[in-house]
């Protein structure tokens, strides 16, 4: 009954006066309103919510007691000391000397937050530098709040946690208290912003929005986290409160300092998470993006030159393409069914090999599989691969089959043709020592001859002069 009263509140306060709570976490809500309505000593829901139609200003009363404006200057001082020393360095280090930088305190409340920004950057980059280059922007839904903020007046105990070089370096002490760097304070850009259903501000290198996340229940953290996502730059920081995490199971954040609660923007997004961080408004076009990008993907499966098919984690057949169709003559009434029962997980080692997938979740890769049939053979080199869904489970196996038939006959060529022209090689060794025998043999006889003719002239000359003595006698 209580519920069903307090659900009836927030639906006159959404549509009839434009102030929508439903995004914050009813918990929170109830004990803010309990004590509102203990103020004005009203004992249930039905008869606030009369009061709040009899009286228009009781909204402004209510707001404030629901948003919880409590903040401080450098609050959670060892985070603060982590952006000083490592993530605000990093900024400056990784911009052109003259690049602006832009910084976003969201949920700003009474600003001590953009204030305790300002001074860092000022002492990293000093206060000439930081007045050219860097652009605060603060904001925050309570207006009132935002009041106090652009004021920058302080009272000394708000300014306790300031080192007080600082508070004399950047603060003006008056009889009001302490008032902030007035220069510097006009680098603010001040602006009433709700982190619900307001358009983020973009291309942010330092954003943060702490102690406000934790109001919202988790469909709206969401939201607001897309946003916060869509605000900063691809090297952009996150910087949230003590008490906040990523409630995600994938975030869009990876985490750079989990105790200090500074994050990274996530890049390397799947479907899920772009689905998550497009903007609501945008859902039609974020589907339109999707379908051509399964149709591209559909295309490109079902064009491959190669045999491709999946199946799901029972093994039995999801879709084939048409080379697959073809080759192992499956049709659509395949489709659910066993792969073992199928031409394709006929072939030898198939099964076990998606058993092994199916078990420690790593590619396989089947080379020279052979596949005989009644009047040829095929080889195949063939690849298995697991896909997952988005949360890490084991959904399907892609099988690609490359055909290397040709190739294997080009190799056995390739053995026969080597083994040929070893043969010949061996012919042609034993040819030519036959050669460089007979080579040698005619060389000799050469040598026999001219020594025999040389003999010859020998005894030709000496019987000339024998027969010459002769017939001189
Ligand atoms: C607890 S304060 C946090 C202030 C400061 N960020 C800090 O951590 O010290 C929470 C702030 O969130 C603001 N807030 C609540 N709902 C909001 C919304 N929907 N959009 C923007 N700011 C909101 C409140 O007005 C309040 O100023």
């Not at 903020?149 to 708000?158: D, F, N, W």
């Not at 409160?241 to 923007?265: H, M």
């Not at 040389?454 to 017939?471: G, H, V």
Request: charged share 25%; hydrophobic share 40%; proline share 4%.
């Amino acid at each position: 009954m209580a519920d069903r009263e307090f659900e009836a509140l927030l639906d006159y306060l959404k549509h009839s006066r434009g102030c929508d709570l439903t995004g914050y976490k009813h918990s929170t809500l109830m004990r803010r309103f309990a004590h509102r309505m203990q103020e004005i000593k009203i004992d249930s829901y039905r008869n606030y919510l009369h009061y709040l139609q009899s009286h228009p200003e009781e909204c402004i009363t209510l707001l404030d007691t629901v948003l919880i404006n409590v903040t401080a200057f450098f609050r959670d001082r060892d985070a603060w000391d982590y952006l000083a020393k490592e993530i605000i360095p990093q900024i400056i280090a990784s911009k052109e000397l003259q690049e602006p930088i832009r910084v976003w305190s969201a949920a700003c409340a009474s600003g001590q937050e953009v204030y305790s920004l300002i001074i860092l950057f000022a002492e990293a980059l000093g206060i000439e530098s930081c007045l050219q280059r860097v652009k605060f922007y603060a904001t925050d839904v309570d207006d009132a709040a935002l009041g106090q903020a652009r004021q920058a007046l302080y009272q000394p105990r708000e300014v306790t946690e300031i080192p007080p070089d600082w508070l004399e370096k950047y603060f003006e002490q008056t009889e009001q208290g302490y008032i902030f760097h007035p220069r510097l304070r006009r680098t603010i850009v001040f602006g009433c912003h709700n982190l619900v259903s307001d358009a983020p501000i973009s291309k942010i290198d330092l954003l943060t929005c702490r102690n406000a996340l934790i109001y919202f229940n988790a469909d709206t953290q969401k939201t607001i986290l897309a946003r916060l996502h869509f605000a900063l730059k691809n090297n952009g920081f996150l910087f949230l409160g003590k008490a906040e995490t990523l409630i995600s199971q994938r975030p869009i954040f990876t985490p750079v300092n989990l105790k200090d609660r500074i994050y990274a923007k996530g890049l390397k997004l799947g479907v899920d998470e772009h689905l998550q961080i497009t903007p609501r408004t945008h859902k039609k076009q974020a589907f339109d993006f999707l379908a051509s990008h399964v149709r591209i993907w559909e295309t490109a499966f079902e064009t491959s030159p190669f045999a491709q098919l999946a199946v799901d984690s029972n093994s039995c057949l999801i879709m084939a393409n048409e080379q697959a169709n073809a080759l192992f003559g499956l049709t659509l009434n395949d489709v659910g069914r066993p792969l073992r029962t199928l031409k394709p997980g006929q072939i030898l080692s198939l099964c076990k090999s998606i058993q092994q997938v199916n078990g420690d979740h790593c590619p396989v890769t089947l080379k020279n599989v052979e596949w005989r049939m009644p009047n040829c053979t095929t080889y195949f080199d063939i690849f298995i691969t697991p896909v997952f869904s988005s949360d890490a489970h084991l959904i399907s196996m892609n099988l690609t089959f490359t055909d290397i038939t040709e190739n294997k006959h080009l190799e056995k060529k390739l053995e026969h043709t080597n083994l040929e022209l070893a043969r010949v090689s061996n012919t042609l060794e034993e040819t030519q020592a036959t050669l460089d025998t007979t080579h040698a043999e005619l060389e000799s006889t050469q040598q026999e001859l001219e020594t025999v003719y040389e003999e010859m002239q020998f005894i030709d000359t000496n019987a000339s002069q024998l027969k010459k003595r002769f017939d001189k006698n």
